[in-house]
Nanobody
Framework: QVQLVESGGGLVQAGGSLRLSCAASGRRFSGYRMGWFRQAPGKEREYLSGISWNGGVTYYADSVKGRFTISRDKAKNTVYLQMNSLKPEDTAVYYC??????????????????WGQGTQVTVSS
């Protein structure tokens, strides 16, 4: 069983920054692909970023490329999403997810099998 707990969301002005954290339980966290998604009201869930088990491969959606950075700290069992140059259209609930089975592409939004509860990010104009 894997539990994921996000934190770091909040209200920020356009152009500002936030860093989301996702703390994971589970002995084999270092072996999991991790990802960040978001969902805005009335919109489909969007896959934003993924990171491989060793941090060596990352993926970013075009909508966040150059502004968001994903990273992981194996010692802390935590994955981060640094979000810079935030825009009002980034307003959404942000979720982290874990893929506990090996062999899936970092760029694929499929096959994530554990999810956090989400954290709200609101960007004011």
């Amino acid at each position: 069983q894997v539990q994921l707990v996000e934190s770091g969301g909040g209200l920020v002005q356009a152009g500002g920054s936030l860093r989301l954290s996702c703390a994971a339980s589970g002995r084999r966290f270092s072996g999991y692909r991790m990802g960040w998604f978001r969902q805005a009201p009335g919109k489909e869930r969007e896959y934003l970023s993924g990171i491989s088990w060793n941090g060596g491969v990352t993926y970013y959606a075009d909508s966040v490329k150059g502004r968001f950075t994903i990273s992981r700290d194996k010692a802390k069992n935590t994955v981060y999403l640094q979000m810079n140059s935030l825009k009002p259209e980034d307003t959404a609930v942000y979720y982290c997810a874990a893929d506990t089975l090996a062999g899936h592409s970092v760029g694929s939004q499929k096959d994530y099998d554990y999810w956090g509860q989400g954290t709200q990010v609101t960007v004011s104009s």
